[in-house]
């Protein structure tokens, strides 16, 4: 039985000015244990996706279960299955963390579940928080809080919403090892973010969005080696020759330029010096999620979602 | 309900509770002030001028009024205050996630609300003895009303909560619609000395027959039956308990 599966989904929003359509038919699935990732622009629909799937929101049409379960009609089953990290910073001001703990955890029918709150709080650091008010945490503690919040009953299936967005490197490891031991131990997850080393890195497979439509589908490393395989990086004062600068990516001092080969490599190197470009670091590296994701993004319009989902 | 969803209204319910118990200075002994004080003016200035019943004094005649009031404005603002800072500071993601019932909402809100309430009704009654005799003549009528009160504002404000998206819309709420309709029913005086036309207007307050029903428990005596006030009292109560029900259900606005 699929993790969780996304069918047709359609969401449309009212609008003053036409409706917006926000999710235009995206289906695929998750099978158990896997770590997935969704990636896309800000406004591609990741979180409407994550809304639909949580019960936040309602789709238009279409059908998202998990483990089986309608996310509408047998809601109660499928959100038992679900544990959800929002984006947002939220927290209840009126409790300490073991409180917000206990109520969560009771909300799904958990109760006396004080062993678990405790791993919880040790493997998220928060150990000596745990009868701290909310109000009184830093943001990177209220984060820890609503990691917790979302494992207290257990979830097979983890879903993170840019979990570490504005988040410092300490709590980024944290977390991560903790949801890699997770992941071994056969919870499934989901992760939406913007850091793509960080999906390259954990990723097992990856969706991409644009415009609510889904535009790559595939294993990571499949979506790495269906792109140019190397990338010559350097830096450079110079104006770049126009052969070269059209397919270079500029990042201030920095140029990036796919080659597929080594023999394109030599001879990109022979036109720079022909054009008397001054290279320094020079580097040749292969290319990572980022360079396929803006090829992606830039180029092929949307896949028509029935393929993507074959 | 599965025995799950009998632990998640309860602990909903428990955390409402909670809410307030925290900041119960606010939300239990200022309201108790309030209501000792109108009764010290009112009380002052009336006692001895205005006589409703026979052999009851003013100060006594107006006790169940305040009471039934407190209960009422505090009923309300449990249910609406509550959803509202939930909805604006974003916490009440945390119980949309959660697998709770519409049924399960409604009980946890309605109910914290009613203990808000009648906890608020009877730190009122408890500080007020002090000032005039009164004793329960029909008991069972004080314990009818003061439940379906409760439960009516308890449930409103339920409403309110899920409608509004700004405080201030509560506060407009509160101060436009709960806080004239309480003070028109009837608390501070008799409906029966009113001119003609606002006697007619009082009778299509439902809170009037909540506070002459409640008033009826204390003296044996009112200005309508308490039968029709129950009629009254219950009908509303299912017609708002109803569309509270229907909205949870529904998702309005809190599941887009």
């Known amino acids: 039985m699929r993790a969780v599966s996304f069918q047709q989904v359609c969401k449309t929003y009212p609008g003053a000015r036409g409706a917006l359509r926000a999710l235009d038919g995206v289906s695929f699935d998750i099978e158990p244990g896997e770590f997935f990732g969704l990636l896309g622009p800000n406004g591609a629909g990741k979180t409407t996706l994550i809304s639909i799937l949580a019960g936040l929101t309602r789709a238009s049409s279409g059908r998202v279960e998990v483990q089986g379960h309608d996310v509408v009609a047998d809601y109660a089953t499928a959100r038992k299955a679900l544990g959800i990290v929002p984006q947002e910073l939220v927290f209840d001001p009126f409790f300490s963390v073991r409180e917000a703990l206990r109520i969560q955890s009771g909300y799904f029918g958990v109760r006396r579940n004080d062993d678990w709150i405790d791993e919880l709080l040790a493997s998220l650091g928060l150990a000596d928080k745990a009868d701290a008010n909310m109000r009184q945490l830093s943001g990177g503690m209220k984060r820890r809080v609503l990691v917790a919040q979302a494992l207290v009953h257990r979830p097979p299936v983890i879903v993170l919403d840019e979990p570490t967005a504005g988040v410092d490197v300490e709590l980024r490891q944290t977390l991560w090892q903790f949801i890699a031991r997770l992941n071994r131990q056969g919870h499934t997850v989901l992760l939406t973010t913007h850091y793509l080393e960080e999906a390259e890195a954990l990723c097992g497979r990856i969706a991409m969005l644009k415009q609510g439509r889904v535009v790559a589908l595939d294993r990571t490393s499949a979506l790495l080696a269906g792109t140019a395989s190397t990338m010559l990086g350097f830096k450079t004062d110079q104006p770049l020759p126009p052969a070269i600068a059209q397919h270079a990516r500029v990042t201030g001092r920095i140029v990036q330029v796919k080659a597929h080969d080594a023999a394109e490599v030599e001879s990109l190197l022979a036109q720079l010096r022909a054009a008397g470009v001054h290279v320094e670091d020079l580097e040749i590296g292969r290319a990572d999620l980022e360079d396929v994701f803006l090829e992606i993004m830039q180029g092929a319009p949307a896949v028509a979602p029935a393929r993507v989902a074959a | ?256």
């Open chain 2, 1 to 256: 309900m599965t025995g799950m969803g009998l632990e998640g209204t309860g602990t909903l319910l428990y955390k409402e509770v909670l809410r307030f118990w925290k900041v119960s200075f606010q939300t239990v002994a200022a309201p108790v002030l309030t209501a000792m004080l109108y009764l010290l003016i009112f009380g002052h200035v009336l006692e001895g001028r205005v006589q409703v019943y026979d052999g009851i004094g003013y100060t006594s005649f107006l006790i169940p009024g305040l009471v039934m009031m407190s209960v009422l404005q505090n009923a309300f603002a449990n249910s609406s205050s509550s959803l509202i800072q939930s909805k604006i500071t974003g916490n009440l993601v945390f119980l949309l996630v959660a697998p709770l019932s519409p049924q399960a909402w409604f009980v946890a809100y309605v109910g914290a609300s009613m203990l808000r309430g009648l906890v608020v009704g009877a730190g009122v009654l408890l500080v007020t003895l002090w000032f005039a005799p009164l004793h329960a003549a029909e008991p069972a009528w004080i314990a009818v009303f003061a439940l379906a009160g409760a439960a009516l504002m308890g449930a409103l404000g339920l409403i309110a909560g899920l409608w509004a998206e700004k405080f201030d819309q509560i506060a407009a709420f509160q101060n436009f619609i709960v806080m004239p309709m309480t003070f028109l029913s009837g608390v501070f005086y008799s409906v029966n000395s009113l001119p003609p036309f606002w006697l007619e207007a009082s009778h299509l307050n439902p809170f009037f027959y909540i506070v002459d029903g409640f008033r009826r428990g204390f003296f044996g005596a009112s200005d309508v039956s308490p039968w029709t006030s129950l009629a009254v009292v219950a009908a509303s109560l299912v017609a708002v308990c109803g569309m509270a029900l229907q909205l949870l259900r529904s998702g309005y606005k809190i599941r887009h």
